[in-house]
């Protein structure tokens, strides 16, 4: 891989880690169809995400996810399940997408970055969703489990397509969700 290359690679496996803190199963599909249909090279210890079996699976995986985050109650549940989830999907997608990168930059950036932005991406959707549940008894978790389904899907398609785009909309993502999140520990504050 040339020096080019490798901040492209990089920025792919963060994307698509990002894309995880949204929905686990959603991006793994979106790589699992692209490895499968030959539009998106894999590492060759993670060649199984481009089987018939492993496409299969994501699919009903993908399909059972969105439904859940859509029954009140379920949706909070599994935020308390995906979050340690997100930190493995995280970290699998990018090191699937970090091909010909030396091992060490490629787990360490894996693990660090993918599993880390995947993780802070969970995090703050949970923070917003409990919140969401407190102040409107569960009636907007639907906006905000369609804004996450169209948030991994978009910054899915888009670290395929143009991966330092993607990079740019995940770090905007973040320092927003960073933002919301402190004006909301701060009105908690004033009111205690």
Known sequence: MSNPDLPLSIAL?????AATGFRIFLPMLIVSVAAH?????????FAWLATSSALIALSVAAFLEILAYYVPVVDNLLDTLATPASLVAGTV????????????VKWTAAVIAGGGVAGLT???TAMLRAKSTIFTGGVGNA?????ELGGALLVSLLALAAPLAALGVVIFFLWLA????????RRETRSS
């Open 93 to 104: 997608v990018s090191a699937a997408v970090m091909t010909d990168v030396p091992p060490m």
């Open 122 to 124: 969970q995090a703050g």
């Open 143 to 147: 906006v905000i489990s369609t804004a």
């Open 13 to 17: 496996g963060v994307g698509l880690a």
């Open 37 to 45: 249909t030959g539009h998106l090279s894999l590492d060759e210890r």
């Open 178 to 185: 960073m933002r919301l999140i402190r004006q909301l520990l």
